[in-house]
């Protein structure tokens, strides 16, 4: 019996063009099994049973520990001293291979670029603007292969926000990619590695809407920020080019950057300079590169019944614009 990422996954492959034969490949399990789950409707409400173990209350307590103390390492002996004042009763073993799990890979890798398919992935991330009571966020999202990027200013980073700024992004794209690539997100992921390496539980609200969409959620690699390295540029490039000369202007006058008018002049800056420059790294332009995967993407369905948030105004008019390149692109 699979879990419900796991038919999630083959409805989408199925969806995507994928046969029944390279599904089951892909997963791992029988070509019967998959075209079960192809006939039967909606997505199953069970989850593979598990009695919670020993450590399984303290799990989220040693994950702030372990990421406090990064880039060194608690050794197991001090955390199960931790633990024990905390109520912990299992053995010394059991702790050491959960951290075994959360632990970095010490030895340096290569640099290996990576490069995807058009219309394959799409990499998203938040990244705080501004802290307090008048909180800044950005939502980024960047495909791939073209390095389109589509950016929206939110005042919080909760669910009903993260979803809206997807459908507004697959419509300023043109399309769904098959894949989107986060980082570990709480509104994404619930649990990681919850049904063994690489087999997270994701938050049955965010598997409803990729289920809709036609897409597959992927997590990054723990500690391998590289993995989501194209979105991650993207923020750097974002603060030096557009917010912080942006909040300049403001302060100048005594004024804060508001999320309105942020998102009223990020359309414009995505269309003549972020996505109108030549690429540093393909050495194309990102708008001209979109016009081919688009024609990769999957096309849209409709809203998700679940959204909450309208679209933003000065969001439609950028997306309706976004296809409109202007000549003169400039170089990074």
């Not at 909450?308 to 409109?324: F, H």
């Amino acid at each position: 019996m699979l879990v419900v990422e796991e038919a999630v996954e083959i409805r989408v492959l199925s969806r995507q063009g994928k046969s029944v034969r390279a599904i089951a490949r892909t997963l791992g399990v029988s070509r019967n099994t998959v075209r079960r789950y192809l006939r039967s409707d909606g997505l199953p409400h069970y989850e593979r049973g598990a009695r919670p173990g020993k450590l399984d209350q303290f799990k989220h307590y040693i994950a702030e520990r372990v990421t406090a103390a990064a880039p060194e390492w608690i050794p197991a002996t001090v955390l199960l001293r931790e633990l024990r004042t905390l109520g912990y009763a299992g053995g010394i073993s059991i702790l050491k291979d959960h951290l075994s799990t959360l632990k970095p890979v010490a030895r340096p890798e290569p640099l290996i670029r990576f490069e995807i398919d058009p219309g394959r992935q799409l990499q998203v991330d938040f990244a705080t603007i501004r802290r307090g009571k008048d909180q800044l966020a950005v939502f980024i999202a960047t495909l791939g292969w073209s390095r389109a990027s589509y950016v929206e200013l939110v005042t919080d980073e909760r669910l009903e926000a993260l979803l809206g700024c997807h459908e507004r992004a697959f419509y300023y794209f043109g399309g769904v990619p098959r894949e989107v690539l986060y980082d570990n997100m709480r509104t994404v992921v619930t649990d990681r590695d919850r049904y063994g390496p690489g087999l997270h539980r994701y938050n049955r609200t965010l598997l409803d809407f990729a289920h809709h969409h036609g897409f597959v959620p992927r997590l990054c690699i723990p500690y391998r920020p590289r993995t989501k390295g194209k979105v991650e540029r993207f923020i750097r490039y974002l603060r030096a080019s557009f917010y912080v000369p942006l909040a300049s202007q403001f302060s100048c006058e005594g004024l804060k950057v508001d999320r309105d008018t942020a998102n009223a002049r990020v359309g414009s800056w995505l269309r003549e300079v972020a996505n109108a420059r030549v690429h540093a790294t393909t050495g194309e332009v990102p708008l001209l590169r979109l016009e081919h995967e688009r024609e990769r993407l999957q096309p849209i369905r409709a809203p998700w019944p679940g959204a909450i948030q309208p679209p933003v105004p000065s969001v439609r008019r950028y997306c309706r614009a976004a296809t409109s390149i202007r000549s003169g692109c400039t170089k990074n």
